[in-house]
């Protein structure tokens, strides 16, 4: 069964260094998406991406933080500068199409700044 | 800012028993997920309800779209050990965004 692969599952990293979380989405999906969930907090909403681009993104989703899709199979966050509040599950998500439509996420990466 | 109000946040009940979760919002929404959620994984969709007064049925979980579509509700019949973990709604926004509740963590103890 087609599924959205995350890597790493683990990162721990030193405050001030870049991030870069990966994501696979399933392939033929058209909508990607970046949460997070910080530990026993609800599940926030960065970004999401259609069409190679940016197509919304919220206020946790300032300078710091940047989605690419190199090469039409890869979709990168990156952190530029890591902070302690960075620390959290980043999940990434696809979907085929928007409006209700199904919402596969990744098992997520857990990101420790320390 | 649209939010989505879950309650109860936390939920411990004795196999057998019946158990309603609601997620209410002052704002409209054009379709409402509900998704269930393991430690250390990622959201899994359980149900999507789209149109206003809809009831979706899954197994022993049932799950109604209020007519206004502001509000929805996830009832459990019978709760076995096997239902628990967390539940989480979300709301897809004005913006196609997903709007979710907190969570209600569920036990359910044998």
């Known amino acids: 069964e087609p599924e959205v692969t995350q890597t790493p599952s683990h990162q721990v990293t030193q405050m001030g260094q870049e991030v870069i979380l990966r994501c696979v989405p399933i392939?033929?999906?058209?909508?990607f998406y970046w949460y997070r969930q910080i530990l026993g907090q609800k599940v926030e909403f960065l970004v999401s991406?259609?069409?190679?681009?940016?197509?919304?993104k919220s206020e946790i989703f300032d300078d710091q933080f940047s989605v690419e899709r190199p090469d039409g199979s890869n979709f990168t966050l990156k952190i530029r500068s890591t902070k302690l509040e960075d620390s959290a599950m980043y999940f990434c998500a696809s979907r085929f199409r928007d409006i209700s439509g199904e919402l596969f996420f990744g098992e997520g990466s857990r990101l420790t700044v320390l | 800012t649209q939010l989505l109000e879950q309650s109860p946040q936390f939920l411990s009940i004795q196999e057998g028993e019946n158990l309603t979760v609601y997620c209410n919002s002052s704002s409209v929404f054009s379709s409402l997920q509900w998704y269930r959620q393991e430690p250390g994984e990622g959201p899994v969709l359980l149900v999507t309800v789209v149109t206003g007064g809809e009831v979706k049925k899954l197994k022993r979980l049932t799950f109604q779209f209020g007519d206004a579509r502001k509000d929805s509700s996830l009832h459990i019949t019978a709760a076995q050990p096997g239902d628990t973990g967390l539940y989480l709604c979300?709301?897809?926004?004005?913006?196609?965004?997903?709007?979710w509740g907190a969570g209600t963590k569920l036990i359910i103890k044998p």
């Open positions: 979300a709301g897809v926004g004005s913006n196609y965004q997903l709007i």
């Open positions: 991406f259609y069409n190679n681009e940016i197509s919304e």
């Open positions: 392939s033929n999906h058209l909508y």
